[in-house]
């Protein structure tokens, strides 16, 4: 089939990325794609659920963030979020540990009921992206396991992530439904957009921080696909950085660890909106305080309180986990 266009997607710890890319134009960088449940500066949706007790979903990206603080409060609700972390996770649930947050199953059903919310705006804001003459490409990691020259699906938490995302799409679609590499996808869109001109011989090496870990990758490109490849992680990425600046916030807002652990991803939340801004700051100003409204919704009530943090701030709160990252660079 000749294919009009193609749709690559990325599902990352942290955000959500969409993008088209028109088939008979290859020459073109891809585009982002954005969607009204998008953030319209970034081109990406947050991760994030907020749920009820019968697992509906009230809200999404951002948005979950942002109703947590405004909800009924006699309504149980839940805030889901990064569960892509956990896929893979079949040890005991620990609420405090990012990787053991949720249940392998129970991330693969949250990473469903997200995407399943994302088709249903393309299909009311972009029907024609869900015509049977597009394909879609879904990125993954390499240690999740590899598409097979047959087609078959080599590793178990690669197989049961690509059942999760057939289910998601009518059956018209299922054979324009792709799977990459993450590494493999990195480097054919360098290649696309003309910012790696040539592959050199011999391997390839990939350093990849993610939201939530940080692959290195070696590999061989061939005409064909990555080969041979090789590959070391750390369960080490940005949203440890979101961790230190929630912690830090925490500090000054005097919770206890009771508090702490009952407000732990909303404290994570404005501790990445800190993340994010500071490094915008820093390439204008390394010295002007970011500045924002922290609002944290409990049980009982709303605490509000404005925090101005700078980039040495976050230097010095950082440290620990900035040696460690070089640490398993190295």
Partial sequence: MNYRNYYGIDLGTTHWRFFQLNASDKSQAPQPLSLTICDPARHCLSAALLIDEGSKILACGERAYEEI????????????????LCLGNNQTVVASEPNRRYTHQKALSYTGKLLSKVLERLQEEKPNCLATNNQFIFTHPVHWGKTKSNGEIEGEILNDFV?????????????????????????ISLVQTKQL??????????????????????????????????????????????????????????????????????????????????SQQARINSSQPVNLTVLLASPTNVLRQAISLTCAEFEQIAREGKYYLQHSLL
């Fill in 197 to 278: 001109q040539e592959l050199a011989t011999g391997y390839t090496l990939i350093v990849d921080i993610g939201g939530g870990t940080t692959d290195l990758v070696a590999g061989q490109w061939t005409a064909e696909s990555l080969q041979d490849i090789r590959y070391f992680g750390a369960a080490y990425g940005g949203n440890h950085f979101d961790q230190v600046i929630a912690d830090s916030i925490a500090q000054r807002l005097n919770l206890d660890e009771s508090q702490q652990f009952s407000l732990d991803r909303q404290l994570r939340y404005y501790g990445r909106k800190f993340k994010e801004n500071l």
């Fill in 69 to 84: 603080t405004h909800h009924d409060s006699s309504i149980s609700v839940n805030l889901l979020d990064a569960f892509k």
């Fill in 163 to 187: 059942v999760t995302i057939r289910d998601c799409f009518p059956e018209r679609l299922q054979d324009n439904i792709h799977f990459v590499a993450e590494p493999e996808a990195a480097l």
